[in-house]
């Protein structure tokens, strides 16, 4: 029986998507969780800053300044790994030893030939590459919304770039991120709506947003459509892991627009996210009166 953190999830404060400012930030919930859950629910938890760990990851192996605080490797722990990755030749030790705590296996598996080849890849084909080992992964995971919202997340990335592609002539099999059904139909369809037709009840949206010239506008609106996923997917989920996760999901999305900037756009993300409501049906799985 799924663990129930009544204490925990009540005393979180309130969040809106056109929040400006924030009493919990996203790494002081962290810390939060970290002594209240369990130690598999914050295994979970942790599951949801593994896209953040391979950005870094990447950051670091293109030799680029940037780094999230929002991981669960530090950059410190990151060049141990690299180092330790390039002078030996079986990594089965190396799995044993604490730098591996919280490195997902494929991460390792992949790097040590990456590490040990002349020819570095470019940022995006690294990447890619490191994205779909994580969402192809991700994809057989036993925790359902883990599942639910990473698969989510990826087909709506997927959607997107297919679009884009097709707007301006671009190849689309190299730019697809994992392998499921749907990269597979994207790649196949030459109809206008990829051959998704009602699969996808969330396509009318992309489209639309696709097709915005305003890029904060744009972004804001794919951030709007994946706050209302999350509203809908955890609406049952009272006091469990999934609605924590889901809190920290939305937390991240409101704590990004605070610091991307302070004075981004004219609209409030909340109309956006009203316009979002009132156009289209999710799908039938996670409409209210099917849960």
Not at 4 to 19: C, K, N, R
Not at 79 to 99: C, F, G, P, R
Not at 252 to 280: A, C, M, P, T
């Amino acid at each position: 029986m799924a663990t129930e953190y009544y204490y925990f999830v009540t005393g979180l404060p309130a969040l809106h998507p056109e929040d400006t400012k924030l009493l919990l930030t996203p790494l002081m919930f962290l810390h939060s969780a970290k002594e209240h859950l369990t130690a598999k629910d914050y295994d979970l938890l942790t599951l949801l800053l593994v896209p953040n760990d391979i950005t870094n990851l990447v950051n670091i192996l293109s030799g680029k300044d940037e780094w999230s605080d929002e991981s669960t490797i530090d950059n410190e722990e990151w060049q141990q790994l690299i180092a330790h990755l390039k002078e030996v030749s079986d990594t089965t030790n190396l799995k044993n030893k604490h730098i591996d705590d919280n490195v997902l296996p494929l991460i390792i598996e992949y790097l040590h030939p990456y590490l040990n080849q002349e020819t570095p890849k470019p940022e995006y084909q690294l990447l890619k590459e490191l994205f779909t080992l994580f969402y192809d992964w991700v994809d057989q995971h036993d925790n359902e919304y883990v599942k639910d919202w990473f698969r989510f997340d990826r087909d709506i990335r997927n959607i997107i770039i297919a679009m884009n592609c097709r707007k301006h002539n671009l190849p689309l099999q190299s730019q697809l991120i994992g392998n499921n059904e749907l990269s597979a139909r994207l790649l196949k369809s030459s109809a206008s709506d990829f051959g998704l037709g009602n699969d996808y009840p969330y396509l009318e949206a992309l489209t639309r947003l696709t097709e915005q010239n305003d890029i904060i506008e744009k972004e804001k609106g794919y951030d709007a459509l994946r706050w209302k996923w999350l509203e809908d997917r955890t609406f049952f989920d009272y006091f469990t892991i999934p609605r924590i996760m889901a809190y920290f999901n939305r937390l991240q999305i409101v704590y990004r627009w605070i610091h991307l900037s302070q004075s981004v756009g004219e609209k409030r993300f909340g109309q956006v996210l009203h316009d979002l409501e009132n156009s289209f049906e999710f799908p039938e799985e996670f409409a209210l009166n099917k849960r």
